[in-house]
């Protein structure tokens, strides 16, 4: 098992498999810059699925045992399947995930479910239809995001978690209900405070709900009570209601950074590594892997990577007057 600068593991690995979205979140792929002329990724910049799965078997290797697909959206990345199932087969992988905009789940998610991925991580920002569709740049409605959800539950996928990104005076005044649909459903939402990944969503501090504000506003209305995490590393704040139904999450990378208990690494869809989800700049692994390098000689540059590692970019932020400005962009590695 390899260590950081401090001390912690490498356990779960994001890969983002395409740098592309059906959505223009206003948080992540704003509109008025994620254009029609906008130039993503060319193809032949982007990993093949077989140099996906031949580096993830590398980082499993080296101690990753949780694995979970992003993008952009993943669902856009061609035969998506495919990767699961070549994923699915490697060796000391204990978990397999997605996370989605569900936009495509109807016709995907028995496929996935097939070839055998475990678990999917549903986004959804408010259940008003305003609200939602501001929200994602006018590209969906909700009732497609929860045709989605029933084609995931009708697959066997169990539980479904549901992502919601909060923002101050957009839809933080719908999260009370968000909460009750999911306890009447039984889903587990996770509630993100509003992040500053990336440089072009216009973030500011104001824009932040923190998550002891939320826990207020849920338990006024739906009691809860807090429990402990599954297991080590894991991010979110766990409630559960006091009537029993179920349980929400927040995620307080803002108002209570979890930087000590990290082990996330990220894939690129070009192929670099980055070891925080604010970092500046990764670590190119497509170049040697496509020069003829040997498994070996980009474990160790993977090795050398995670052992330099002494990223704590959330805990610096409560620490300056302004957040760092060189980041890489959240729809570039996934949240």
Known sequence: ?????????????????????????????????????????????????????????????????????????????????????????????????????????????????????????????????????????????????????????QAGFDPIKINTVVQRGVNDHTVVDLARFCKDHGYIVRFIEYMDVGTMNGWRMDDVVPADELVARIDAELPLEPIGKNYRGEVARRYRFRNGGGEIGLITSVTRPFCGACTRLRLSPEGQIFTCLFAGQGTDLRAPLRSGASDEELEQILRGTWHARNDRYSEERSELTEPRTEKVQMYHIGG
């Open 1 to 153: 098992m390899i260590q950081d600068q401090f001390k912690r593991p490498l356990r779960d690995l994001r890969i983002s498999v395409t740098d592309r979205c059906n959505f223009r979140c206003t948080y992540c792929m704003p509109a008025e810059i994620f254009g029609e002329g906008y130039k993503f990724l060319p193809r032949d910049e982007i990993l093949s699925f077989e140099e996906i799965e031949r580096l993830t078997r590398i980082i499993v290797r080296a101690g990753a045992v949780k694995l979970r697909l992003t993008g952009g959206e993943p669902l856009v990345r061609q035969d998506i399947e495919t990767l699961v199932a070549m994923l699915a087969e490697i060796d000391g992988v204990e978990d397999l995930a997605m996370t989605t905009n569900a936009y495509f789940l109807p016709q995907k998610a028995q496929a996935l479910k097939d070839a055998g991925l475990q678990r999917v991580t549903i986004s959804l920002d408010s259940l008003d239809e305003d609200v939602f569709q501001r929200m994602n740049g006018r590209r969906s409605s909700v009732q497609k995001v929860l045709d989605g959800i029933a084609a995931a539950e």
